[in-house]
């Protein structure tokens, strides 16, 4: 079977880096499991953290192998597909 993300809200999250302020909006959590992320866009920077298993990112017709430690960022606008092994 597979899912979508589980989403937790979270505010008053934030780093600084000089002049410029990130802030952490969401973050998703899947416990090992069958899951895909339908093609999607941001209105802003998504960072991705693969904590435990691996799948498959599509960007841009592009597909690239994750795995357990992987870490990668999409920006605002981009198009982005992710499923699970």
């Known amino acids: 079977k597979l899912y979508e ?6 505010s ?3 780093v600084t880096l ?3 302020i990130a802030t ?3 973050a998703g959590y899947d416990a090992p499991r069958m899951w895909h992320v ?4 941001h209105m802003n920077f998504e960072l991705h953290v693969v904590g435990e298993g691996g ?5 841009a017709d592009k597909s690239f192998g994750m795995r357990t430690g ?3 960022l999409t920006g605002p606008g981009v198009v982005h597909e ?3 092994e």
Not at 38 to 41: A, G, M, N, Q, S
Not at 55 to 59: C, D, I, K, M, N
């Open 5 to 10: 993300n589980a989403y937790v809200h979270l």
């Open 12 to 14: 008053d999250i934030s």
């Open 18 to 20: 000089g002049d410029y």
């Open 24 to 26: 952490l909006n969401y």
């Open 38 to 41: 339908k093609p999607h866009k």
């Open 55 to 59: 799948g498959t990112l599509t960007v």
């Open 70 to 72: 992987s870490l990668y």
């Open 82 to 84: 992710q499923v699970s």
